[in-house]
């Protein structure tokens, strides 16, 4: 049975570094994928016996989710089609307690490294090559922090951003609805996706931006801000991926504007030399 599972996982580049010993009796097991780093233990399976053995499996890191079924080759009864139903649901709720697990175990250390850091200055190299300046933000070492927060104020995660402009997230944080907020609302609140384009239009407007880290995180971001400021008018300040198939940029702001009743602005660079 575990066999099955675990080719599966190969095939979906969720490799285990080491061999898996897989019991199914329904319990979520942790390990290192192959490419992550030492010590990580962000892939996930649980394994389900029954006349259909089942499963799920994925990545923290990633978010990837798969779910697998044995004996594929054959039509099934409605006995063993109600237990799968029953064993997805069940690895659906162990799922569900241990990402509720593995997010409070980061957002733990995420307040605990904002607090070990210092107030950051506007010499780092990446805010020097953006051209904006610290708007509250932290650094340790030579990274700079941006905490994610939600509309409580609870801190999600950390982004970490290099002085080469390189990216990260604390592994493990919760993203989807949280944001970092520079200014207060009074009128209207903007969004954008990276920091140095809502510090800039925070420096250009003098308006609150919400920093929401990531074009699919705008229409969470925006759904959790409505929620909180029923009247507010909100503008989402798309990222224009001329260049990019989709566009995925003005799509995400479109879609996210439509389901709040927001609006949306996004530079125009016809005309402007590649």
């Known amino acids: 049975m575990s066999t099955g599972i675990l080719d599966a996982m190969r095939m979906a580049a969720l490799t285990p570094v080491k061999d898996l010993h897989l019991v199914p009796d329904g319990r979520l097991v942790r390990y290192r994928v192959e490419g992550d780093k030492p010590g990580s233990v962000n892939g996930w399976v649980v394994l389900h016996d029954g006349p259909v053995p089942s499963g799920a499996f994925g990545s923290w890191r990633t978010g990837a989710t798969h779910t697998w079924r044995g004996n594929t080759d054959r039509r099934l009864t409605p006995a063993e089609r109600d237990a799968l139903r029953r064993h997805q649901a069940a690895a659906q709720q162990a799922r569900a307690a241990e990402l509720k697990a593995v997010q409070t175990a980061a957002a733990t250390r995420a307040e605990r490294l904002w607090q070990r850091a210092r107030p950051a200055t506007d010499v780092h190299a990446y805010l020097r090559a953006k051209r904006v300046r610290a708007i509250g933000l932290r650094q340790l070492r030579d990274m700079l922090l941006i905490p994610a927060r939600d509309t409580a104020g609870r801190i999600g995660t950390l982004q970490f951003i290099g002085p080469d402009g390189a990216k990260r997230f604390l592994t493990g944080g919760r993203i989807q609805g949280c944001y970092y907020a520079m200014g207060r609302p009074a009128?209207?609140?903007?969004?954008?996706?990276?920091?140095?384009?809502?510090?800039?239009?925070?420096?250009?407007?003098?308006?609150?931006?919400?920093?929401?880290?990531?074009?699919?995180?705008?229409?969470?971001?925006?759904?959790?801000?409505?929620a909180k400021f029923p009247a507010l008018r909100l503008v989402i300040c798309a990222d224009n991926d001329a260049g990019t198939p989709g566009n995925p940029g003005l799509t995400h702001a479109r879609a996210a504007a439509r389901a709040v009743g927001g609006e949306v602005v996004a530079p125009d660079f016809a005309g402007v030399p590649a």
């Open 187 to 226: 009128d209207c609140l903007l969004l954008a996706e990276g920091y140095a384009t809502a510090a800039t239009i925070f420096e250009a407007t003098g308006r609150a931006v919400a920093v929401c880290f990531n074009c699919g995180n705008l229409l969470p971001v925006a759904r959790a801000l409505r």
